[in-house]
């Protein structure tokens, strides 16, 4: 192969026949036409290069140590806009035509590609709107008017990310603005992709070998870019998708063999919570991701927690899957270093108190339980001494019904030392003479009292 695709004469040919040698099919995984080649992404790196951070790969000594091996990350969240999205609606954005910037753009986003849509639109004074679902943090909405200022507009429209994508595909064809896609097209993967032209070449100058690289996954679009260029250069690395149980629509596109449309999506790690994945990220993460894996939301939490007070990293929810999968949900332990993107650092500091709580449940450390009290003295110092234990504390105490006379039923949240330690607190509860039930996570009453 040449040395230098960029340069090499008949380089996409030559990048389209590496994609489709990998992928041990005659097809080739980026559908003919699109342009999109790793030679793009070498482009999209010239053309970014003056814009754009070149952001640290730093390493960390909490998931060495967990893992056994190397562990770096690469510090997306430290990227103009805190995200790497900026990659992306740049790359995009800078290759219209003088016509197409006069009818302007328009974008949906769950925050971060609007950031990244309303920092290219001032930078090369192109008119742009910005779709968001309501449950965008308020952080990265008003983050989105600042950065864009007078350039940009922000429309709020729809409950969810895939709502507001069609609010502004609607918006697209009724004004004729050029719909900028933050994930399902060439242009963007083509400029999120170079996350990995930059992450190895800075792991070559540290004599760093990588063996495992993970993706966050939401619609695909930074793992099909990462996976395309490092598959093209570096095959033997190992590819890693990682993207959130609740919004799992890669792992069920794989498994369907083609994009579908989830009926239900947890939008907690809202970065990535996508319903359906990208017609054309789907077929690149088939073919070039080696494995994708789903990383429960409370297990996001925690590794939330620990980014922050051990590698004095502010992640959002979706910069931290990556990292998380590392340390848990690899199903094949990695043979030598990590590196793990951490894809963005826009959180609201408003929703920490949920990051607790999500992790402390996910770890077993807090639980609930209906308690019904009998409406006679003594009942509660019961339950505080015959059924709780050292170091069990109660950290929520709310009567749920309070019209019985005869009883008072309660929602009552106790937190243990050692997620362990729960058999031997339901034994307890088993022989006392108090009615307790355990409100389950992801029960329906669980979601409802809490």
């Not at 910005?130 to 864009?148: E, H, M, S, W, Y």
């Not at 500091?349 to 996910?362: I, T």
Request: glycine letters at 10%; a negative charge; one cysteine or more.
């Amino acid at each position: 192969m040449p040395a230098d695709p960029a340069h090499a004469p008949d380089a996409e040919d030559a990048d389209a026949r590496a994609v489709a040698a990998i992928a041990g099919t005659e097809e080739i995984a980026a559908p003919a036409g699109t342009g999109l080649t790793a030679a793009a992404i070498q482009q999209a790196a010239q053309r970014l290069a003056a814009v754009v951070k070149r952001t640290p790969l730093e390493p960390s000594e909490r998931l060495s140590a967990r893992l056994g091996v190397p562990v770096l990350l690469k510090r997306e969240d430290m990227q103009v806009c805190r995200s790497y999205k900026a990659r992306g609606a740049y790359n995009l954005i800078s290759t219209l035509s003088a016509e197409e910037r006069e009818r302007g753009v328009v974008c949906a986003s769950a925050g971060n590609h609007g950031q990244g849509l309303a920092f290219a639109c001032r930078e090369l004074r192109i008119r742009g709107r910005v779709f968001l679902p309501t449950n965008t943090p308020r952080q990265k909405r008003q983050r989105i008017a600042d950065i864009g200022g007078e350039w940009i507009e922000p429309v709020i429209a729809g409950r969810s990310y895939d709502e507001a994508s069609a609010a502004a595909h609607a918006d697209s064809e009724r004004t004729g603005a050029i719909h900028v896609h933050p994930f399902d097209d060439a242009r963007t993967i083509a400029g999120q992709g170079t996350v990995a032209l930059e992450l190895a070449e800075q792991a070559a100058a540290a004599g760093c070998e990588i063996d495992t690289v993970v993706v966050p996954i939401g619609g695909g679009g930074l793992a099909a870019g990462v996976a395309l260029w490092l598959k093209r250069h570096q095959p033997g690395i190992r590819v890693v998708g990682a993207e959130p149980a609740g919004a799992a629509s890669m792992g069920a596109a794989l498994s369907g063999g083609g994009p579908v449309s989830l009926a239900h999506v947890d939008t907690f790690v809202d970065g990535a919570a996508v319903g359906r994945v990208g017609e054309l990220t789907y077929p690149l993460v088939r073919d070039l991701v080696d494995e994708v894996v789903a990383v429960p939301e409370g297990a996001v939490c925690t590794e939330m927690l620990d980014l922050y007070q051990s590698d004095g990293i502010i992640a959002e929810p979706a910069g931290a899957l990556a990292s998380a999968a590392a340390r848990g949900f690899l199903r094949r332990p990695p043979q030598g270093a990590v590196a793990c993107i951490v894809s963005g650092g826009n959180n609201d500091v408003s929703r920490y108190s949920e990051v607790v709580e999500r992790s402390m449940v996910h770890e077993g450390l807090r639980h609930y339980f209906l308690v019904t009290f009998p409406q006679e003295p003594g009942a509660l110092r019961h339950f505080l001494d015959d059924v709780l234990a050292q170091g069990e504390d109660i950290v929520v105490f709310e009567y749920v019904k309070k019209n019985n006379r005869e009883t008072g039923p309660a929602l009552v949240g106790i937190e243990l030392e050692r997620a362990p330690d729960l058999p031997a607190l339901l034994e307890r509860m088993e022989r006392s003479p108090l009615q307790i039930e355990q409100v389950p996570p992801g029960s329906p009453i669980f979601t409802f009292l809490l």
